[in-house]
């Protein structure tokens, strides 16, 4: 017996000097920032702006991105050609159309504000094939959507996709009441919204929109035909991107296979990376060289490829019993002044219950939350000039 309790005693002691010791890893680092040079875009050689973003990264302790302000950018082409790109102030340099031609390879040149000089390697105008279709099926309670598309020449086999996706919003409550407040914020009269007792259509439809920050890449390089069929996006189970309608813009982009590779450990690094038993960050650097210091580092992989779109539309009737519903209280008021600044001064007038024989309110009723009430909480409205 005793020497059961010895050996106990000795596991514990060592199990407790094991965990005074344990220390968070910290990979070594240089003790200061190094702002690395990130190039994000491609050099359109479709119909469509070219759009560029520069910006700098942080340390390992430091993942914020800073954008390159003041820089100077233009396309070249291997012809003496050059299209410069209009600086927008805020690290995003573009051009609303390039006029490029298939027999000229181009590349990316950029001078930073503080006169350092960087360029892509100069790559040839890429075709990308149409998007042939965008479909979706319901998937675990939620929607999950389908690229489609094919090259019959072969001659693709690297592809990568971006998206925009924009959803209408109502508000949970049609609005026709509001408070009248004086300079101390209390409420003096509940009004009609309108004199003919509509309700706010502005504070009622809105949209909203979102692009995609994943990367997305789809390969056909190990298929006897160059034809894709891929998941591109998912649809959360009762999300609101579905309770009225849902549109997505795919955008769809064909790459060199360096490119592909470049973008699979871009991918791997911003999607896979956590503990020490996770795989760890590769170097990435691109198809980018500081001209003015050969030994730097830049992250950026910039080619000639035309941007492919095709829009879907995805109606909520479409996805019956699809279950998106925003929790929201509703009470009962008596229009009186006292009784609206004792119980209801800071909640949401919405609709009157009974109104007396001259058509004045005698109570009416509000919610708790103003996102039950605005849609603009959640949305802007304007409605896009391609929804239906």
Known sequence: MKEILSAT???????????????????????????????????????????????????????????????KVKVEGDDGSTFPLADSLNGKYSLPQLSLRSNVKYRL??????????????????????????????????????????????????????????????????????YLRDASNRVTQLLWRYPDHGFDSTIYQCWTSLSSTSIILGSSENLTAD???????????????????????????????????????????????????????????GNFKCLTNPGELVIGFVEVTEEQTKRAFIYNSQVPGWSYNMICMQKIIDNNLDSINKYA????????????????????????????????????HRKPAFWP
């Not at 994000?40 to 800073?66: A, C, H, M, V, W």
């Not at 007038?349 to 909480?377: A, Q």
């Open 109 to 178: 040149r950029i001078i930073t504000a503080d006169g350092k000089e960087y360029a892509s390697d100069y790559t040839p105008v890429r075709h990308t094939p149409p998007i042939d279709s965008i479909t979706w099926q319901m998937d675990d309670g939620g929607v999950r959507l389908y690229v489609n598309t094919h090259d019959p020449q072969s001659l693709t086999k690297y592809y990568q996709w971006k998206y925009e996706e924009t959803w209408e919003i109502h508000s949970t409550y049609r609005s026709t009441l509001k």
């Open 345 to 380: 001064a800071f909640l949401y007038p919405t609709l009157p219950d009974t109104l007396d024989p001259l058509g004045g309110i005698v109570t009416f009723y509000v919610t708790d939350r103003e996102s039950c009430v605005d849609c603009n909480t959640r949305g802007v």
């Open 227 to 285: 034809v894709i069929y891929l998941p591109v996006h998912y649809i959360e189970p009762a999300s609101e991107k579905l309770s009225v309608l849902y549109s997505i813009n795919l955008k769809q982009y064909a790459l060199s296979q360096d490119a592909y590779l470049f973008m699979q450990k871009m991918k791997k690094n911003t999607e896979q990376v956590g503990t020490l038993f996770d795989a760890q960050p590769s170097q990435i650097s």
């Open 9 to 71: 005693v000795v596991f514990i002691v060592i199990m407790l000097t094991f965990a005074m010791c344990k220390q968070a890893y910290e990979p070594p680092a240089q003790s200061h920032n190094i702002r690395l040079l990130v190039v994000e875009g491609f050099i359109n050689g479709g119909q469509g702006p070219t759009t560029i973003f520069l910006s700098r990264t942080g340390d390992l302790q430091d993942q914020s991105k800073r954008s390159e302000l003041g820089a």
